[in-house]
């Protein structure tokens, strides 16, 4: 099982840039898609980008496209999320997830398809 460890979380202005990481540890990382997740007040939790285990394919939905970027570095166990032109509506405590089958893409990746959590970092957009 892959255990994730989030940081990079806090508060910033509209139009604001966060840059998220997910430490990982456990020797099957490289072999898992992950993704991230968040859940704003008062929503449910929603999945925001996901990238299988090559880093090859990626997904993001809508309401990020185009601000938000997923990567990974396999070598270091790393998945990141660089999050530009920060809206206050993506205040939420986001989630690193690994996908629960080892070599799978998914082409929604759901919570039903994670494995593992990690435990969230806050993120803070003020207007």
């Known amino acids: 099982q892959v255990q994730l460890v989030e940081s990079g979380g806090g508060l910033v202005q509209a139009g604001g840039s966060l840059r998220l990481v997910c430490a990982a540890s456990?020797?099957?990382?490289?072999?898992?898609?992950m993704g991230w997740f968040r859940q704003g007040p008062g929503k449910d939790r929603e999945l925001v980008a996901a990238?299988?285990?090559?880093?090859?394919?990626?997904y993001y939905p809508d309401s990020v496209k185009g601000r938000f970027t997923i990567s990974r570095d396999n070598a270091k166990n790393m998945v990141y999320l660089q999050m530009n032109s920060l809206k206050p509506e993506d205040t939420a405590v986001y989630y690193c997830?690994?996908?629960?089958?080892?070599?799978?893409?998914?082409?929604?990746?759901?919570?039903?398809?994670?494995?593992?959590w990690g435990q969230g970092t806050q993120v803070t957009v003020s207007s």
């Open positions: 997830a690994a996908g629960a089958v080892p070599y799978r893409w998914y082409l929604k990746f759901e919570e039903v398809d994670v494995g593992s």
């Open positions: 456990g020797r099957t990382f490289s072999s898992h898609a």
């Open positions: 990238i299988s285990w090559t880093g090859t394919s990626t």
